[in-house]
């Protein structure tokens, strides 16, 4: 029925856009570190795990950024993709010292 409607009304306000786009943050961020967690100390297909990660990163890249409008949602992905992105750099600075 008007459930659309109200989800959009939920994103109306500015702070409320931006704790969700935090939350998309800080969420790639914990991904990355559980997958770069996972796979580095399993140490099985890492190489592979790293090709789908950028292949997937840079496919969100693509998707952003050839849209004419950037709706919430897709502002939302892109987030997490930030936040995956510099989670899998933060482990590699880790790994690095």
Known sequence: SNHPRALKGLFRSRSRRALFGGIALLGGFYVAQTISLSFGALGVNDVIAAV??????????KFYYSRPKVTFPIALLNNFKMGFTYGLFIDAFKLAS
């Open 52 to 61: 789908v990660c950028v292949l997937l990163a840079e496919y969100v890249t």
